[in-house]
């Protein structure tokens, strides 16, 4: 009988398991880009529900829970909560940008933002007042019929602020405190009497040059800092 020859292997492990070694590398390579994409899902989600708040001037407060783990599989529209009052802010802003793109006047000299609280009407002076005085025009009755008509149809208060730049008053006023309480008051009364609404919904203040939207260095921008504004805010919620 033939005596067999002995099987003779190769030094090191086998080849099959340096093809398995690969593959378990490779995998955990891609699992290891998966959970770096999810990180960036995350920060995607937030900025593109940041862009969504921009576009729309409000902010929808969201508990920082509602990221963690965020794939687009998880997320399901019922996370994101809206209550009435946000849905409120959301339709008066729409409303407004709607009358001004209607009024070429207000669309230029008129602005609408919003905040958490409630929502912002800018109104250029030169629209409601002539220079030095605080007697309505009758260019900012629209502007002050919009106004009531808000009030009328929501639940929120106002606040009427006065804003001057850093000129003086003028001979009708001693200085650009008086000026701007008086315009902010000529307002408030306006939408009293003419729209018949509750005095205790309604307060005027007035800033002077206080409060300037941008620095007072040329005309353009003192333009911009004389202003009125009709604050709308919840009941419950200062806005100063």
């Not at 794939?71 to 008066?92: A, C, H, V, Y």
Request: some cysteine; hydrophobic content about 40%; aromatic content about 8%.
């Amino acid at each position: 009988m033939a005596k067999q020859e002995e099987c003779r292997c190769e030094e090191g492990l086998p080849g099959w398991l340096a093809t398995f070694a690969d593959l378990m590398s490779l995998l955990l390579t891609f699992f290891v880009l998966l959970l770096s994409f999810s990180n960036q899902d995350v920060q995607k989600f937030r900025d593109m529900m940041g862009s969504i708040k921009d576009a729309f001037g409000v902010q929808v407060q969201r508990k920082q829970a509602d990221y963690i783990a965020f794939s687009p599989s998880q997320f399901e529209r019922k996370d994101i909560k809206i209550d009435q009052d946000t849905r409120m802010l959301l339709g008066m802003v729409l409303k407004l940008k709607a009358v001004l793109e209607e009024n070429e006047l207000l669309k230029k000299n008129v602005d609408v933002t919003s905040d958490d609280n409630g929502v912002l009407i800018r109104v250029s002076s030169g629209v409601m007042f002539k220079p030095g005085s605080a007697v309505l025009k009758p260019e900012a009755y629209p502007v002050l019929n919009e106004v009531i008509k808000l009030l009328k149809e929501n639940n929120f208060d106002v606040i009427v602020r006065g804003h001057t730049d850093d000129t003086p008053a003028g001979a009708n006023f001693p200085s650009n405190w008086e000026l701007s309480a008086a315009r902010a008051a000529a307002a408030l009364r306006y939408i009293v009497e003419k729209g018949g609404i509750n005095p205790s919904r309604l307060k005027a203040v007035g800033y002077a040059d206080t409060r300037p939207l941008v620095p007072n260095t040329s005309p353009s921008n003192r333009a911009l800092n004389r202003r009125v504004e009709f604050y709308f805010h919840r009941p419950q919620v200062e806005g100063w």
